[in-house]
């Protein structure tokens, strides 16, 4: 197991996060699943324990670590969690994130919706990288034939104006910037760090407003006419994770279905 890449996807316990971790660990990861396991206030793992399953079912390693990217001893305890399990982490996947409890519009959004989204989507992931890449820099120094890879999930948000989850837009296009910012500063150690930019993905999150986009995906919103799925997700991150876009480092993969392509 020593030889074993390891990778932290965090978020990983359903939807694209659970395809995600599900793809690395087909492809030969130990998996650490994290997730933030709270249902109603009360502490619940069921999502993550079965993804764990069906990972340890198909032959994988998994293991699953409670936590809130957004809180300072949350991520200390992750990164903590997967040093003393495995001594070594070789990819990063963030990938938690929220949308606002309810869609409101700019003119009426509130702090705390901008606060409890920005902390989860942006400030997390920029600390939890910042942390990561800080111990991928000292792996280097004494496992110079490893690769260390960081993939940042972010969303055609990013860059499309939403104006009834302004919050969720401005956390995204962050995440791109995050990507642009940790590609340059970590390149000369040789860590790649990429964007996979997902479209319209069927998962919990989306659906409340699935026959809404049922309806414009079919009048054509997307070249390519269907939803995306986890799984079309997670074989972009794969291919980061087997190392074919090593030269790559900063990229923007568009997984939408065509979505960022201007059309007349």
Not at 75 to 99: I, P, T, W, Y
Not at 251 to 264: E, K, M, Y
């Amino acid at each position: 197991m020593d030889e074993m890449p390891v990778a932290i996807v965090t978020g990983g316990s359903r939807g694209i996060g659970k395809g995600i971790a599900k793809e690395l660990a087909g492809l030969g990861y130990a998996v650490v699943v994290n997730f933030y396991g709270f249902r109603d206030n009360q502490p619940n793992d069921t999502t993550a324990r079965q993804t764990q399953r069906e990972i340890r079912e198909s032959g994988g390693i998994c293991e699953i670590c409670q936590g809130d990217v957004a809180g300072e001893q949350d991520r200390g305890a992750l990164v903590d969690f997967v040093r003393e399990k495995f001594s070594r982490c070789d990819m990063l996947v963030n990938n938690a994130g929220v949308a606002p409890l309810q869609r409101r519009d700019i003119l009426e959004s509130t702090e705390e919706s901008y606060d409890r989204v920005m902390n989860i989507n942006l400030k997390g992931p920029y600390f939890l990288t910042q942390r990561v890449a800080n111990w991928m820099i000292e792996q280097t120094k004494t496992h110079s034939d490893r690769s260390f890879r960081i993939c940042n999930i972010s969303s055609i948000s990013s860059y499309t104006s939403s104006p009834s989850r302004g919050e969720y837009c401005l956390s995204k296009a962050g995440i791109s910037m995050m990507t642009r910012l940790y590609a340059d500063r970590l390149a000369s150690y040789g860590i790649g760090v990429f964007e996979v930019c997902p479209g319209l993905v069927r998962t919990d999150m989306t659906s409340a407003v699935r026959e809404q986009y049922d309806t414009l995906i079919a009048d054509g919103l997307t070249p390519i006419k269907r939803w995306g799925y986890p799984e079309d997700i997670a074989k972009a991150v794969g291919a980061i994770a087997q190392g074919r876009l090593d030269f790559s480092t900063g990229q923007v993969i568009h997984v939408d279905g065509g979505f960022h392509i201007r059309r007349l």
